[in-house]
DNA sequence: CCTCTTTAGTTCGGATACTGTACTAACTCG
DNA sequence: CGAGTTAGTACAGTATCCGAACTAAAGAGG
């Protein structure tokens, strides 16, 4: 750590700011982040030079003093790719940095009885088309990322096993060429459950818990962790592997070898009441490892109702250790189907607020 | 954020580093810290006038070049109080910078059937012992923390509830005047599995594993859950709860309310080969929810021996997902049964090294 | 319409902490 | 005893922050 690093830390603290709390003045910006206002002042002149804060044209409220320009993220200017590809579809979008999603391209099919190939290329066209509304929108897409229902290990860019979608042992070292992203285009991937759980945390349930898990049901079940606003990816980024808990040791045989997985009980004609059962008791255990503030039900979940939700928190409730002081909430989330897309793209941003200065100036001398 | 900060933080890292990994030269320390050599010897100067660290007749190995001074942690110096509070005994320790035990006082005897009253006398006891002991060898104790075996919410300085001691929301906040420690001297609790688990990453399984789950059967079964090196306490401090995960759902009623928690089946007559199965299926769950490197076996389930250890990693490893690719070690904890007491101390140090800024430096003109 | 007050934002001097280079210190080797 | 090597210090240069003083732009009030 340096001086730069310091000065890279604050033009992280003043966008991630403006990015999570809306516009607001230099002013502003100095009261609430404790800086100085001079040097709220440098860093903004820092962020406009790279294209990454704008001015905002600020009606005159008609209050005393000199009246306040605000500044706000440049959403229209810069962007982040999400892709997914899905048990039965694949899908692109482009988030800016204001967080409105720009554009979405999908194209549903079965992608479990055709050939990874076939997927890619899907993926691809639809990749292709997000790209280019983009451009023609004049967004400057400053990363991708790919959700993928499965146990990921972003580093080595490796798919483990993805048991909905029939691979294994996947490498996809050479996937940002074969979607044809730009040459050295940052691009990362994660597990779909995680980048939901992200995506909860900047758009929904993230405004209110600092702490919680989104459950992800579409087509197999995981859960995405959140402590203190930030994402548990566990040690190989295998965690929030739910839909393996094991809720009835002499139940149904399940893919993974063990037997009454919680998964096991999540199918098309399941009785809600039972699932509810077999969820809150699965979410017990959860609740007294990790002990968050809230679950978030997401995917099919999400679909079946405020009733459900309750369903679940009365049987989570009930006889879990904690729950006399800090009983755990039960929400729905309020996304649509659209949440690991969404925080694909979300994580792809991330990386800009924080480190802005990945992108470069492009001050010239007047 | 600003330049103090930074100053606070190279003291931190410094200091860390010489704790963590022995005493070294200054030259030494820039090359491993990537600092430069000139802000190094600024930093261990400041460490000096504040009597953390000290420099130590370094052996003149024969090398070419002039010789090193070695400095080190100032282990003699400074140290801090670990307190405990267990089913059967009351305990105090110090533990100085240098990680050494520099004594121990117990008071063996039943704290279930006593008033808490009782209880808290017999640790000022054993605190006074300790810190006499302390005052006699010149360490100057920087705080204290207690370890106790139930939900602890460490900034209210309040037990919610500690079933096996048959405690219930008792206030604490006058514990520290009750003890007679000196007039604002530092003082924090937690749970003894969490304290466990710092001891075990600071002393034990931590210089080998940056993420693991310590299992700790003193009376009940807890766990100290820690994630790349930091100890995962949960949004209100209830996190790892392990002896509350449900293996059985049809099998005996826990205190808890719930039936066929993995306590239940914790008892002195218990089978071991039964207890290993049981264990084991609560651990695939925190496995499949956490993703830990390894799982180390503390308390009473280290003494069951290596055997124990083994049988409880072979059902772990047989229907966990991930395991094919990063299979979860299973040890013994190499300490004693003082983990969580020892722990309770380490907790306390690292404030010093997270700050060294709050010990006052004695520097004096000359 | 002019002055006072209020709030926004900039400029500038002072303090601080880091870096890199040049230096001094202390030892071994031949 | 000098050349070579490594440890540690001194000092100038640079970047950043802060605080105070300043300029800017509006409303309030006579």
Chains 1, 2 share one sequence.
Do not use: Y
């Not at 993805?162 to 979607?179: I, K, M």
């Not at 094991?246 to 063990?258: D, L, W």
């Amino acid at each position: 750590m340096d001086l730069s690093d310091v000065r890279r830390h604050h033009l992280s603290v003043v966008l991630e700011h403006l990015v999570r709390s809306g516009p607001r003045s230099r002013s502003a910006i100095a009261q609430e982040t404790g800086l100085t206002k001079a040097t709220v002042s440098a860093l903004i002149t820092d962020l406009l030079d790279r294209g990454l804060v704008q001015e905002l044209d600020t009606p005159t409220a008609g209050r005393v003093g000199r009246p306040a320009t605000d500044v706000g993220a440049a959403g229209h200017s810069v962007g982040a790719l999400g892709l997914e590809i899905d048990v039965d579809e694949v899908a692109a979008c482009v988030v800016d940095l204001a967080g409105a999603v720009r554009t979405v391209h999908r194209h549903t099919a079965g992608n479990r009885d055709v050939t990874a190939r076939t997927v890619i290329n899907r993926l691809r066209d639809v990749t292709q088309r997000a790209m280019a509304d983009a451009a023609r929108m004049g967004i400057d897409c400053i990363g991708a990322t790919l959700a993928l229902p499965g146990l990921v290990d972003p580093q080595a860019r490796t798919l483990f096993v993805a048991p909905n979608l029939h691979w294994f042992d996947a490498d996809l070292r050479s996937l940002a060429t074969q979607l044809r992203l730009p040459e050295h285009f940052p691009f990362t991937m994660d597990n779909e459950a995680n980048l939901g759980a992200l995506a909860e945390l900047r758009h929904g349930a993230g405004q209110q818990f600092d702490s919680f898990v989104f459950v992800s049901a579409a087509g197999g079940l995981g859960a995405g962790i959140v402590l203190d606003g930030r994402l548990l990816r566990g040690a190989h980024g295998f965690a929030g592997e739910l839909g393996h808990v094991v809720v009835e040791p002499s139940g149904k045989p399940c893919a993974c070898g063990a037997r009454g997985c919680l998964e096991t009980f999540l199918h098309s004609d399941a009785n809600p009441d039972e699932l509810a059962r077999h969820l809150a008791d699965a979410l017990r255990t959860v609740v007294h490892l990790i002990d968050p503030d809230a679950v978030v039900l997401g995917g099919s979940l999400a679909a079946l109702g405020d009733e459900f939700a309750h369903a679940v928190a009365d049987h989570l409730h009930a006889d879990t250790l904690g729950a006399r002081w800090h009983p755990c909430a039960v929400r729905r989330s309020t996304l649509s189907t659209d949440a690991a897309l969404v925080g694909a793209a979300t994580a792809a941003l991330d990386r800009i607020i924080a480190d802005p200065t990945i992108v470069p100036t492009r001050a010239f001398a007047h």
